[in-house]
């Protein structure tokens, strides 16, 4: 990884001098991975992980979402028996925050569609935060299908939908169905970097607009499956400018009808880079290596949300499948 092509994102992403210093070191020391804990529905009553963990959460995490110490990445709580048995769900405590606008919804969502789900980490957060009453978490690759069905299973995520759609049969199959869409998208994961783990390429501009073309493309199929009211969540693990705040703009000059929301405990981490309510967690924050996040809400008045075809409910998490 060259450092020349460091300095070049860091003097893009609106940072003051000091800022653009530490993301710099904090990339080539490759040492900000953080994790948080979700204790699950599968766990016992009043369970508590056999972890150190923060026993106060941040302003913008949950009491059900424990954060481990620096450090204690290594402790390996995917290798407990506790994991097995899947009382708690291990992710980097980036997504917990990429998650903190889920607390501004106005009301318990209806119906959730996670469009980029595996393996399941963005789903677990919402039904942990929020409890959408039907969620259907869609992955297109196959493979991944399957660790997410087997995560929800485990975890004890039960009456959960599982699907493998593309974003644009779902807009066909399901316009307006939803009042609340998670857009997790598939990015050229910059973020890796600061935690160590090589990612060869990610900062190849072929990459980076590679992935905002295809984000842009999740985007739009993710707004015409969006009822009135309803909220839209996008989140990137990734610095780029071009893959965040600008598709932002490029959507909603593209759909009028988008606000975007915002998130007054996220303050302290609003992007320099538009005007509008977008957020970025950067590794010099000390919550994980880093992400980005925007809440968006369509105009309009809720209303009862469209039957949903029956085909599209035919995969859900149950205990049989065991
Ligand atoms: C960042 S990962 C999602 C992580 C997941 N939300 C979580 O928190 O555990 C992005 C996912 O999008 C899927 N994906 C790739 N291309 C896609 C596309 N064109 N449309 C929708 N999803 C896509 C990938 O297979 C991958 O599982």
Request: charged residues 20%.
């Amino acid at each position: 990884m060259s450092s020349i092509q460091i300095l070049r994102l860091a003097s893009k992403l609106g940072l003051t001098p000091e800022q653009e210093q530490d993301f710099v070191a904090a990339m080539q020391a490759g040492d900000r991975a953080r994790s948080a804990l979700v204790i699950t529905p599968q766990a016992p009553e009043g369970y508590v992980p056999p972890l150190p963990a923060d026993k106060t959460p941040r302003d913008w995490g949950h009491p059900s979402i424990l954060a481990l110490p620096a450090g204690e990445t290594e402790a390996r709580p995917g290798s407990l028996p506790d994991y097995e048995r899947g009382y708690y769900y291990p992710l980097d405590l980036s997504s917990v925050w990429e998650t903190a606008p889920l607390a501004h919804l106005p009301f318990r969502p209806e119906r959730c569609l996670d469009l980029c789900a595996a393996p399941g980490g963005k789903s677990i957060l919402a039904q942990t935060r929020v409890a959408p009453r039907v969620h259907i978490s869609n992955e297109v690759h196959p493979k991944r299908l399957g660790i997410l069905r087997h995560n929800l299973l485990r975890c004890g995520f039960m009456g959960l939908y599982t699907q493998r759609l593309r974003p644009d049969q779902w807009a066909e199959l399901a316009p307006g169905s939803f009042d609340l869409i998670l857009a997790d998208a598939p990015c050229s994961g910059q973020s890796l970097l600061a935690k160590g783990i090589p990612n060869p390429g990610c900062f190849n501009p072929s990459v980076t607009g590679g992935n905002a073309k295809r984000q842009r493309g999740i985007l739009l199929a993710a707004v015409r499956c969006l009822a009135p009211g309803g909220h839209l969540l996008y989140t990137t693990c990734t610095y780029a400018p071009e893959e965040n705040e600008r598709n932002i703009l490029y959507l909603l000059k593209r759909c009028p009808d988008l606000r975007t929301v915002p998130v007054p405990e996220l303050e302290p981490f609003r992007s320099a880079l538009a005007r509008e309510a977008c957020y970025r967690l950067m590794p010099f924050h000390g919550a994980g290596a880093g992400g980005f996040t925007c809440l968006l809400r369509r105009e309009g008045e809720p209303s009862p949300l469209p039957p949903l075809p029956d085909e599209l409910l035919a995969w859900p998490i149950q205990a049989m499948n065991r």
